[in-house]
């Protein structure tokens, strides 16, 4: 296999005339994603290992009896009452999205004026920082605390990293690449009301843990706004319906106006979907349940498969973090050479952050056969 | 009926807080349009007058035997080549949104820096000038030309408003709130490829011409990026699926990186729909074909029902814009009183610039009888 295959982006073009803080090409993840041919044993994806749940195909019929026009633009009043039931969200706190990525723009669109920070977890989700920037936001970063061979969250070292000028703490617990779990925020969120700093909780992998049960962090203080959607929880990724959530009536007021100037609603097939899906508290249970016992039982697979009693399982998502030997002198060394030599795909771990760099992010959201394969490939490199 | 009902936004709190460029509340025409109860003759809707057509709606089971997952952020390559092709665009020079407005919110995202001056039309579609303004870029207008009761399109005084800081003009021609055509442009394009400035042509009501045919202005010169979505032309707004099409390859790049951070990607349920319709060509042209006819029809009953021979019909879209006696002191007097003493809602023309003040806005898309009753109750204040 080639390894001159484009996996940067490629350089500025008339820079000056267009958006500044605009990245000048699709991210580097995807880019070296692209990589994979049709025989690569592709673990470099974030999305659920399979299509939408045959149950929830089965409702679509039942949708098309109804109006698909407009909605208002916060989306249509009684699924949005019945989520807010669901989560134990205050009335009106929250706004149909297309998908979490629309709900966290639109949050930070909200949030921002020009130079203010935000916070960013490093390992972190890699559209973070770009977004903050194209807003003509500050990116800065905060530190997952180490532990050894894992990262575990911290709020002291958040509370550390904040300055005069943050206006944003985003939390994403679990989350992308790292799964860790965001424990007792009481103190972390007191201190933020009363800097009047936002905390942006980005919680699309919440439904994820495999013991626990989610509930949106909005709900205990006005300066929170959850972001969740159903692309992973439900698998409903290409339906793009999401929500972001806020206890605060102004700052809910303006994640509104922003939704309203980005998208105008939510798709109305994907909100009376949700809305079907809301009406039936089992099967939206039972498709969580399943997934968590799928991505638990492929979880254990591969730790099973790689062998080594020192690596620390995640506990929720389906992203396994690991660490690089010291022979490869960088993440990206790596996942190319395991690329070349074993046609296995993972995600070098300097895309999420510095902090990432002897790591890479290798998804078990795949075939169990799949997870053998990689596990043996990972485990001849380790 | 009361009229102390707000219909303007609430005053700004904490701004300091949040972004200051958005807008502190929903849409003075959201606002306004908020008034109508269950009684009132609503001519205020900027949407068809039907939900989406039975033909649409009998494609869907199509669509569910089919992957409903991410798609690449641009869509999927076989809808956008249909797409491309149908409407003379090049290759690899669409991307697939979550409708126009995402569409418009993305091309202002790509190309604006902060300071960077936007020239806008007067009268024109309200969310233009707020999008600009919280993405950090100056809002300045140019005015439609008056005809004694009509305006019309004059790319002559859009050159005369342009300055060393202006980087984008907006085109909306035929347009919402006046559906004036757009003519030959090839002088003015000239202009702004010498220039470099660029042109966000907004063409939702492009397909919408009751006599012409519509081609997309982006594939005239790069410097121009088209818009367009099946909302108005095929009735499908709830179902959010539109395109933004560019041939400057460096533009569509950086379309396609603001469109991967704002939404991923557009619904994959409806980028199915839209592969269908694109596909049977004699059923896309059919639903354009019935929609002109019945605009039409409706444009001449409500004028015929006016009996004013002196007004200047729309030859597109479906809004009259109508000029309001010198007896009242503005348009929304006008709207207020029509909507007291008659029920009957129309949108203040002051709502769509300065240089609006002086009509109203009426939709047509309305049932027959509705037409009647609001012609009737116009008649009686003209």
Known sequence: MKMAIPFKSPPPVKLSKFNLGLPTGISPLRAFNSQANANTINLGLGKPWEDMPPELRELVPRILKERLDYTENAGLLQVRRKLELHYGLSESSAVLTHGAQEAIFAALLALLNRGDEVLIPDPGFLA???MVRMLGGKDKFYALARKKNSFHFDP???????TKKTKVVILNAPGNPVATLRGDLCIFLKAME???IFVISDEVYGELVYEGVYAPLAQESKQVVSINAFSKSHALTGWRIGWVAARNPDLYKRLL???QYISTCASVPAQRLVGELLEDRNLFRSIIARYRSEYKAKR???FHELGNTELVRPEAGFYAFLPIPKTFSSSLAFAKALLAKKDVLVIPGEFFGKNGKRFVRVSFAVPDDWIKQAAAALKSFF
């Open 194 to 196: 009363k800097k009047g």
């Open 128 to 130: 973070y920082a770009p």
């Open 156 to 162: 002291e070292a958040i509370l550390k990293a904040i």
């Open 257 to 259: 106006v922003a939704h």
């Open 300 to 302: 254990d697979l591969l």
